[in-house]
């Protein structure tokens, strides 16, 4: 699946759902699902500077993909960076830089979001980016 | 008995609905809402009087210059100033915070290893000014621990007390947790070293009575906005005889006798230190936003918040994994967290529901740290909210924290 297909899906996903309730519990759960971030891992420069909640994030490049970990002490917060990794994870570092990312829009998630929490989605796809452009230089 | 229901119909603001919910609007120690006499008196002024103050030889000048003069009597009557000149017109508390330690800082009040006391429960307004101060003369910041119960350590600020000491600051109510500070007491022990006292009324104003005379403080300073005033305006008073002998802080018009190139002199207070066109429509905006809480009756309104906040300990209290901070005779705002839930996430998911409360750290990071938290969830009352809106939080909270754990 390519990475607008990935976001198709999840933009279906969500629509599924009239109730803001669901919507918020079904992200919620996706983050719950995410693969676990070794505590280890929960580095200063991990750390994604300009939420009000904590997020960690980890990238690494193998075989020409791209793997992301991520963790956050907000399940809100790990929710929307598991919309994030489902579509960014195992894919080349040369499409993860140059995906349009913009599906986040029309999640219906972020016009309810607080300033600062629509700001943390910005910072965090900016976050996977620059991992995904280290990883091509290497 | 304070009908809040009734004085609702006051209040535009609060009948409008947030994602199809009615709003309930908990985070009145942020800013509170504004009454129509309120709004009415900003526009009354812009309508029928607006006119630079003071010096103004025809007749719109006179009437702004009165309302203006008027507005200074009457917030000088409901702190119990001994004089309308004791009544310093500033931007907020910030302002006031930062006018007092300038113009202390220039004074020949202060030399390298004198100290100021603070307390742990301070707003970072009424930290970082007398940090500021502190590093650029050589004084050293002194802090009055708090107890785990969230009030403060008077016994360890005996301690700290010394002829050393030249000026005590604290709030007197803690805009995190709505600790009542005994701010009597504290100026009392601070007088006995021969040290200013500096009281931030930033949150006491909308909830307790303010005696200036009987806290016996030097300076006591608030925001227009946290007492149904508008933004932009707030108060410092000061002791007279210290208004006069404290070096101005901003320079220009107004705030002078005499100009000439060699050398200016000064005004008498209160103008000394209000310098430029002040917020002409704030100050009488204000005095209607104290007329208004005096029209209550400030024990009535102290009385119906004691209600609101107890029955919202309760509420609290009750659900899994609760902490509340803070004594339980507090005022104003209501702190809290559950366990291993995000206040942040608590918060969002309460917006979602139509309700207004604050999640962080409340301008308090040192106090939060003291606290190993790096947040709480705050509600926080004015005299328009009712039980039934404190009964619907509680559901609220029931359902976000099911959606969260």
Same mark, same amino acid.
């Given at each position: 699946?390519?990475?607008?297909e990935?976001?198709?899906?999840?933009?279906?996903?969500?629509?599924?759902?009239?109730d803001?309730t669901?919507?918020?519990?079904y992200?919620?759960?996706?983050?719950?699902?995410?693969?676990?971030?070794?505590? =280890?891992?929960?580095?200063?420069?991990?750390?994604?500077?300009?939420? /009000?909640?904590?997020?960690?994030?980890?990238?690494?490049?193998?075989?020409? /993909?791209?793997?992301?970990? =991520?963790?956050?002490?907000?399940?809100?917060?790990?929710?929307?960076?598991? !919309?994030?990794?489902?579509?960014?994870?195992?894919?080349?570092?040369e499409?993860? !830089?140059?995906?349009? !990312?913009?599906?986040?829009?029309?999640t219906?998630?972020?016009?309810?979001?607080?300033?600062?929490? =629509?700001? =943390?989605?910005?910072?965090?796809?900016? /976050?996977?980016?620059?991992?995904? !452009?280290?990883?091509?230089?290497? | 008995?304070?009908?809040?229901?009734?004085?609702?119909?006051?209040?535009?603001?609060?009948?409008q609905?947030?994602?199809?919910?009615?709003?309930?609007?908990?985070?009145? #120690?942020?800013?509170? &809402?504004?009454?129509?006499?309120?709004?009415?008196?900003?526009?009354?002024?812009?309508?029928?009087?607006?006119?630079?103050?003071?010096?103004?030889?025809?007749?719109?000048?006179?009437?702004?210059?009165?309302?203006?003069?008027t507005?200074?009597?009457?917030?000088?009557?409901?702190?119990?100033?001994?004089?309308?000149?004791?009544?310093?017109?500033?931007?907020?508390?910030?302002d006031?915070?930062?006018?007092?330690?300038?113009?202390?800082?220039?004074?020949?009040?202060?030399?390298?290893?004198?100290?100021?006391?603070?307390?742990?429960?301070?707003?970072?307004?009424?930290?970082?000014?007398?940090?500021?101060?502190?590093?650029?003369?050589?004084?050293?910041?002194?802090?009055?621990?708090?107890?785990?119960?969230?009030?403060? %350590?008077?016994d360890a600020? %005996?301690?700290?007390?010394?002829e050393?000491?030249?000026?005590?600051?604290?709030?007197?109510?803690?805009?995190?947790?709505?600790?009542?500070?005994?701010?009597?007491?504290?100026?009392? &022990?601070?007088?006995?070293?021969?040290?200013?006292?500096?009281?931030?009324?930033?949150?006491?104003?909308?909830?307790?009575?303010?005696?200036?005379?009987?806290i016996?403080? %030097?300076?006591? #300073?608030?925001s227009?906005?946290?007492?149904?005033?508008?933004?932009?305006?707030?108060?410092?008073f000061?002791?007279?005889?210290?208004?006069?002998?404290?070096?101005?802080?901003?320079?220009?018009?107004?705030?002078?006798?005499?100009?000439?190139?060699?050398?200016?002199?000064?005004?008498?207070?209160?103008?000394?230190?209000?310098?430029?066109?002040?917020?002409?429509?704030?100050?009488?905006?204000?005095?209607?936003?104290?007329?208004f809480?005096?029209?209550?009756?400030?024990?009535?309104?102290?009385?119906?918040e004691?209600?609101?906040?107890?029955?919202?300990?309760?509420?609290?209290?009750?659900?899994?994994?609760?902490?509340?901070?803070?004594?339980?005779?507090?005022?104003?705002?209501?702190?809290?967290?559950?366990?291993?839930?995000?206040?942040? %996430?608590?918060?969002?998911?309460?917006?979602?529901?139509?309700?207004?409360?604050r999640?962080?750290?409340?301008?308090?990071?040192?106090?939060?740290?003291?606290?190993?938290?790096?947040?709480?969830?705050?509600?926080?009352f004015? #005299?328009y909210?009712?039980?039934?809106?404190?009964?619907?939080?509680?559901?609220?909270?029931?359902? #976000?924290?099911?959606?969260?754990?």
């Amino acid at each position: 699946m390519t990475i607008t297909e990935k976001q198709q899906e999840l933009l279906e996903e969500l629509n599924l759902f009239q109730d803001w309730t669901e919507r918020y519990e079904y992200v919620i759960g996706l983050g719950k699902k995410l693969q676990p971030m070794d505590e =280890a891992l929960h580095t200063s420069d991990r750390l994604i500077k300009g939420c /009000q909640s904590q997020v960690w994030l980890d990238s690494s490049a193998k075989d020409g /993909q791209m793997s992301f970990l =991520a963790d956050s002490d907000s399940v809100i917060t790990k929710g929307m960076i598991a !919309l994030f990794v489902r579509v960014l994870d195992g894919e080349s570092p040369e499409d993860v !830089l140059t995906a349009d !990312l913009s599906f986040i829009d029309k999640t219906g998630l972020k016009e309810h979001l607080a300033p600062t929490r =629509a700001n =943390a989605l910005t910072l965090m796809a900016a /976050q996977m980016r620059k991992g995904a !452009l280290e990883a091509g230089q290497q | 008995m304070l009908d809040p229901y009734k004085l609702r119909s006051e209040f535009p603001i609060l009948h409008q609905e947030i994602n199809g919910k009615p709003l309930v609007y908990l985070d009145n #120690a942020a800013t509170s &809402q504004k009454p129509l006499a309120v709004l009415n008196s900003s526009r009354d002024y812009y309508e029928r009087i607006n006119s630079n103050i003071h010096r103004g030889v025809h007749r719109l000048s006179q009437a702004a210059t009165a309302a203006h003069e008027t507005a200074r009597q009457t917030i000088a009557k409901h702190l119990n100033a001994s004089r309308p000149e004791e009544i310093i017109f500033t931007s907020g508390t910030t302002d006031s915070v930062n006018l007092v330690a300038s113009a202390f800082g220039r004074s020949s009040r202060l030399k390298k290893g004198d100290e100021i006391i603070i307390s742990g429960l301070e707003h970072h307004s009424n930290t970082v000014p007398w940090q500021m101060l502190c590093e650029r003369l050589g004084i050293t910041l002194k802090v009055i621990p708090v107890l785990i119960d969230g009030t403060l %350590d008077l016994d360890a600020y %005996d301690q700290l007390l010394s002829e050393r000491t030249k000026l005590v600051a604290v709030n007197h109510i803690s805009n995190a947790f709505g600790t009542v500070n005994n701010v009597i007491h504290i100026c009392s &022990q601070a007088k006995k070293v021969g040290a200013l006292t500096f009281v931030d009324g930033a949150q006491s104003i909308p909830h307790l009575s303010i005696d200036t005379q009987l806290i016996g403080c %030097d300076f006591y #300073a608030f925001s227009g906005h946290k007492v149904y005033g508008p933004t932009g305006i707030g108060i410092l008073f000061g002791k007279y005889d210290l208004l006069c002998d404290l070096p101005p802080w901003k320079g220009g018009g107004e705030m002078i006798k005499e100009v000439t190139f060699e050398k200016t002199t000064y005004n008498d207070p209160p103008f000394k230190f209000e310098a430029g066109t002040p917020n002409i429509e704030g100050g009488i905006a204000l005095a209607a936003a104290i007329d208004f809480v005096d029209n209550l009756g400030i024990s009535s309104i102290n009385k119906h918040e004691s209600l609101l906040i107890k029955r919202t300990a309760e509420i609290i209290d009750e659900l899994e994994g609760a902490t509340i901070y803070g004594p339980d005779d507090r005022a104003g705002a209501l702190s809290f967290n559950f366990k291993g839930i995000h206040h942040y %996430d608590l918060g969002t998911l309460l917006d979602q529901m139509g309700f207004a409360l604050r999640t962080g750290h409340h301008c308090c990071q040192p106090l939060m740290s003291r606290f190993g938290i790096t947040g709480t969830l705050r509600a926080s009352f004015a #005299a328009y909210n009712t039980i039934e809106e404190v009964e619907s939080l509680g559901e609220a909270l029931k359902k #976000a924290l099911m959606m969260l754990r």
